[in-house]
């Protein structure tokens, strides 16, 4: 196997000589600069075959945005609530923002986007009962009502990149220059954005890739006074709005949109609300303005002889990878950090791109390396989970990025990387992009289907928060299991129809939220195509709430698929009569420990007898399987993610698809480990995922069992053998 190439290394002013060695023993064939290392005369003659450059369309040109303070990109706000107690009530608009971030734009439209809203009627205040004070940032409303809610919507600059911001707290660069944003709609800054990106590809003819990083807006991403995160949505578009933006949406769909159509309520139009049409219409034209301009940036690349890569991150909103519009940029490549198998598939499943790179962790900041840290220990971790998900989806290229000097004081850490790149060559060496063996197809349905592919549940970039891991566990487990994935939309089916192909379709979130549906479980259309399907020999997994809507005497909407129901007060007086769970079950077979349901939902309840409990516990079903007609559906109360939880989701997946006896193939018995088999060129791996020894029974392509004793983390690669 080849111990070169597929490694891209971050370069740092003053390490040359130490480069050099990191790029043998890592055998780096790609060298990088990060946000606050930049590319010096010597980076040429450290030997790697391509030079990366890190490049900012929107930040990084203070002088420009300062003569144009117009045209700073902006952002709707909602001030905090505050309730009135008598018949007027003032208070500063900032309150809770971090004032060098971010300043109140009082000038643009404000009798249309300065916005007083009685939050307890629901209703817009008139302008004649709202006093804005700009000298001392404050507003006062009159003839309020005494215990109402009131809040001030307001458009306000945004004076400092989010992510430089953060980069800059956390590494302590008191003497670098805070950058400030522009928009590409304004007409000077689209204009300047084009000079300066014309003049930098003259000046950097070593230049051999371009990442940029990203194009134009950043998603939302808004800091407290204490200099922390006060709201963060990976997926938010609050920060893509302009006069320019806001003109051409209106003359392109005829309306006019309003403030509380960004701010909704303080929610910001998270991805964990289902979206209403107005949000969606921007979404559409925010993102076919974005990869329209972004493609003529990728051109003038291409026109230097250069390749232009993007980072899935910073200002990547707009251009959204599973997008209709994505392709018409015409990128060679993206490149995004990944902490997860979700966030490598995220990565590796972009269509339309030559090429797909991770950026490991740990990155090289003082967060993660300190005296006595062990660094190593993160990245082994961070490996084993995103190699999973390369095993069914790899991408073509890995590496890090920070500050190389300081990665290079730990030497086991250094080693544990050259091992991982190793592994890593490996694999793309051995499957030479071949498809893994996949017998079964699983769609994730959804309010976002495709759009948001191993998107669902993220709020942060790839954080865990108490409210989503046990869904995000769904796509973990996903991520690395011997199944083709595919995502949904509830509109999909409504206009389309379930698509061919589909073994089973999972359904998995909290009531009311995007994920779970919602109103959409109103719609009959939906819910005759999802159970006639299922009749009809589909498999349904409902996990968390699936199809919860309170309506016409049930809260499950599909609980005649699932058997299950869940309690929410209105059908105590009826008896609950079946609860005897049963003793062996196909879906359990592997269950050696208690199972985690995580955040679970509460107080299920089996609606007849030939529902199968398969856990029953406080009095309440947590998982269940229910026969309807030649289909089947299966109930959780909730996944995080464990090796045996995966194992359960496997099994729950064979099971509602009716292919149990399918099940034995590239199998093993053990939780912890896997078999990923290739059947086209010869090969299977045998994987450990865990930091254990481990003994486990496991059957080949062919059906024949084993046994192996795997060392920690250790995969073995066989000759496969077919029946």
């Not at 769909?253 to 107005?278: A, I, M, T």
Request: charged share 25%.
């Amino acid at each position: 196997m080849r111990k070169y190439g597929r490694f891209t290394i971050p370069t740092q002013a003053g390490f040359a000589g130490e480069t050099k060695e990191l790029i043998r023993r890592w055998g780096a064939d790609a060298i990088r600069n990060s946000d606050g290392t930049d590319l010096t005369d010597e980076t040429a003659s450290l030997g790697p075959a391509k030079i990366y450059a890190t490049y900012f369309v929107a930040r990084g040109y203070n002088a420009f945005a300062r003569e144009h303070p117009e045209e700073r990109q902006r952002i709707f706000l909602m001030s905090c609530r505050h309730t009135a107690v008598g018949a007027e009530v003032s208070f500063p608009i900032m309150e809770g923002y971090f004032d060098q971030q971010l300043e109140p734009d009082y000038d643009w439209d404000p009798e249309h986007n300065w916005e007083v809203r009685d939050r307890t009627r629901g209703t817009v205040v008139s302008h004649e009962y709202v006093s804005i004070k700009r000298e001392s940032g404050t507003v006062t409303i009159q003839k309020t009502v005494p215990g109402h809610v009131y809040t001030l919507s307001f458009p306000a600059f945004i004076n400092w990149d989010p992510t430089q911001m953060y980069n800059y707290i956390t590494n302590d660069w008191k003497d670098r220059e805070r950058d400030i944003p522009f928009d590409a709609h304004g007409e000077l800054s689209w204009a300047y954005m084009k000079t300066a990106l014309s003049h930098w590809l003259a000046q950097n003819p070593q230049v051999d890739v371009v990442r940029f990083t990203t194009f134009f807006y950043h998603f939302t991403l808004v800091y407290n006074t204490l200099k922390k995160e006060k709201y963060v949505d990976w997926l938010g578009y609050g920060a893509a709005v302009s006069p320019g933006a806001l003109i051409g949406f209106e003359k392109e769909y005829g309306y006019k949109l309003e403030p509380e159509d960004f701010v909704d309520e303080g929610y910001y139009n998270n991805s964990f609300r289902p979206p209403r049409q107005q949000y969606l219409d921007y979404i559409e034209y925010i993102q076919r303005f974005v990869c329209e301009r972004a493609a003529q940036l990728v051109e003038m690349v291409h026109e230097a002889g250069k390749e232009a890569m993007m980072f899935l991150g910073d200002n990547w909103i707009g251009t959204e990878p599973y997008g209709k519009h994505f392709q018409k940029i015409g990128l060679d490549a993206v490149v995004g950090s990944v902490n997860s198998g979700v966030t490598l598939r995220m990565i590796a499943d972009i269509p339309h791109v030559k090429y797909t790179e991770a950026r490991f962790l740990p990155y090289f900041f003082p967060d993660s390396f300190y005296p006595g840290a062990h660094p190593e220990v993160e990245a082994m971790e961070n490996w084993l989970g995103a190699r999973r998900a390369i095993l069914r989806s790899p991408v073509s290229r890995i590496g890090y990025g920070g500050y190389l000097s300081l990665a290079a004081e730990f030497p086991a850490f250094v080693e544990c990387v050259e091992h991982i790149a190793g592994e890593f060559r490996e694999i793309l060496d051995t499957i030479e992009g071949q498809s893994p063996y996949a017998p079964l197809t699983v769609a994730v349905l959804n309010s976002w289907g495709e759009l948001r592919s191993w998107q669902s549940y993220i709020a942060a970039h790839g954080m865990v928060y108490k409210q989503t891991y046990s869904y995000l566990g769904v796509l973990e487990a996903l991520s690395g299991m011997a199944v083709n994935v595919r995502f949904l939309a509830f509109s999909d089916i409504v206009e389309n129809g379930i698509p061919e192909g589909i073994d089973v379709i999972l359904n998995a979130g909290d009531a009311g939220t995007a994920f779970s549906g919602g109103a959409c479980w109103k719609n009959e259309t939906l819910l005759e195509r999802l159970r006639m399907w299922v009749w009809n020999g589909g498999g349904f997994i409902g996990i968390g709430d699936p199809s919860a809507y309170p309506y016409q005497g049930r809260y499950l909407q599909l609980s005649d698929v699932l058997g299950i129901e869940q309690e929410r007060g209105f059908t105590i007086n009826e008896d609950k009569d079946y609860t005897k769970p049963v003793k062996v079950h196909f879906i359990t077979e592997d269950v050696t420990e208690p199972i985690d349901f995580g955040e679970c939902r509460r107080n299920g309840y089996a609606l007849t007898p030939d529902c199968e409990i398969l856990e029953y516990s406080h009095e309440e079903v947590r998982l269940g399987a229910h026969a309807f007609g030649k289909g089947r559906g299966v109930y959780i109360a909730g996944l995080p993610y464990s090796s045996q939880n995966t194992r359960l989701l496997l099994r729950s997946i064979y099971y509602a698809a009716g292919r149990e006896k399918d099940l034995y193939r590239y199998y093993a018995q053990n939780p912890c480990c896997e078999v990923h088999g290739y059947r086209s060129c010869g090969k299977y791996a045998l994987v450990n995922n865990s930091m254990e020894i481990q003994h486990t029974k496991f059957w080949d392509g062919a059906g024949a069992e084993r046994t192996a004793d795997l060392a920690p983390g250790e995969i073995r690669w066989m000759e496969t053998e077919e029946a």
